[in-house]
């Protein structure tokens, strides 16, 4: 078994202690900081045919700025994921009604929302005998005292027997800390540590120990941990390791991953001089592979444009750095690289509007929103979407630009929640 197979064997271990507790509804599941990336693994895997139950994961992402109002958007979005696999359910001759009588009649949105995932547990009695499980994955939320206000109204909304309820903590900077005392049976917290830095030696030594691409995976690995632990002299030292196995194989595409490290490294330690040569030097090299057809190289001149493109602005080098951004949104979108598309176009509309370009802002906001158009909607948080469409809107200064603004996206985003997630 690899190690990341490992890990994930942890995670259903786990899960499958938490399903047997007969009065426990609620999961919390304490990841080490960074490491909560794992739980995508672990529920991709519960949609296949290696899942380690029959239970039925419902992942929803709904912000959370005022509890009440989560439910109400809450409700909406559990609409749209079940009103988008009814079809796919359909071709496996599995039916599942979702009436309008799912949003009610009631005021209370707890209420209506619990309801409407009663309903939803019902329908799915007839096809499982597993759970049917909320995993709440909120984008973002006003603190812990409103997210703790929403676990609350939740547990105490009247779920069926057979749901269950996945949130996830983070050790040491806990958001949900006294949930487990005062619910205590219903509640179970287990504190999980993947060690993310040993998964990346691990899987970095399998091979010969001499082998090259081995060497190179072992010294990129202690690398990469320089980076998040920001030791500036461990860097250089590794990367000139990975370099110089890099030239001997004349793997001069990996070379240019190593540089773009280096600079990240300098611009951390706020020496913007030494990183903009290394962004420069990552260019120089990629652009001639780039015209041979590497696409690699082409997408690490993206990734150097991008970065120099922030220091310049750093260095309060704005034209510089929208030169820097003008240049990588190109070579996304020639690419097809549709989150950094957007991601380019973003900061070159920030960049023009603190120059006093409104028109020029204003264009890359509706070229950003019209890549989006390419992006499925799970990767709309990822690219921002909702905060991003909400600023667009803040910016439109008359009642008819902001009514068009709030067409423009509600088109694109498929509801309002970008008018949920940052306060007015």
């Known amino acids: 078994m690899n190690p990341l197979s490992q890990r994930l064997s942890v995670l259903e271990r786990l899960w499958q202690e938490f399903r047997r507790l007969p009065d426990t509804r609620l ?32 992942t929803l992402d709904t912000p959370v700025q005022h509890w009440q109002a989560f439910f109400e958007q809450a409700l909406t979005d559990l609409s749209e994921q079940i009103g988008h696999d009814l079809p796919l359910l359909a071709d496996q001759t599995i039916t599942i009604q979702w009436p309008s009588e799912a949003k009610g009649t009631k005021q209370d ?25 909320l995993c709440l994955l909120p984008q973002a939320n006003a603190g812990n005292i409103v997210l703790d206000q929403m676990i609350t109204a939740l547990l105490m909304g009247g779920l069926s027997p057979t749901v269950r309820v996945l949130i996830t903590d983070t050790t040491g900077v806990e958001q949900l800390a006294t949930l487990p005392g005062r619910f205590r049976k219903e509640v179970h917290s287990s504190p999980i540590n993947l060690q993310f830095q040993k998964v990346i030696h691990q899987v970095a030594a399998l091979g010969s120990p001499t082998a090259p691409d081995v060497k ?19 860097v250089l030292y590794f990367a000139q390791k990975c370099q110089l196995i890099c030239q001997q194989e004349r793997w001069t595409g990996l070379e240019g991953g190593i540089h773009l490290s280096i600079a990240q490294a300098y611009k951390e330690q706020h020496r913007y001089e030494e990183a903009l040569a ?18 690699l190289a082409g997408r690490i001149s993206l990734m150097a444009w991008l970065g120099a493109g922030e220091v310049y602005e750093t260095m309060r080098q704005r034209q510089r750095a929208i030169d820097g951004y003008g ?38 906001y509706l070229r950003l929103f019209a890549l989006a158009e390419h992006l499925p909607p799970e990767q709309h948080p990822v690219a921002r979407l909702p905060e991003i469409g909400k600023l667009y809107w803040q910016r439109q200064q008359t009642p008819e630009k902001r009514r068009k603004a709030d067409e423009l996206l509600t088109q694109l985003l498929g509801n309002r929640r970008w008018m949920m997630v940052i306060g007015d």
């Not at 949105?109 to 499980?133: E, S």
């Not at 190179?216 to 461990?234: M, P, V, W």
């Not at 979108?333 to 409104?358: C, M, P």
């Open 278 to 295: 290394r962004y420069l030097l990552a260019v120089n090299q990629m652009e001639p592979l780039f015209d041979t057809g590497d696409v």
């Open 109 to 133: 949105p707890v209420a209506r929302f619990v309801t409407a995932v009663n309903q939803l547990d019902t329908r799915l009695r007839a096809y499982t005998d597993g759970f049917l499980v």
């Open 327 to 364: 240049l990588a949104s190109a070579r996304a979108e020639f690419l097809n690289e549709w989150l950094l598309a957007v991601e380019s176009h973003r900061r070159l509309a920030v960049a023009h509007d603190l120059s006093g370009r409104s028109r020029l802002a204003d264009e890359h």
């Open 27 to 58: 999961c919390r599941w304490l990841f080490a900081p960074n490491e909560h990336w794992f739980l995508a693994l672990f529920l991709e895997k519960q949609t296949g045919p290696q899942a380690i139950s029959n239970d039925i994961f419902i």
């Open 216 to 234: 190179f995976r072992q010294y990129h690995a202690e690398l990469t941990t320089a980076l998040s632990q920001q030791n500036l002299r461990d």
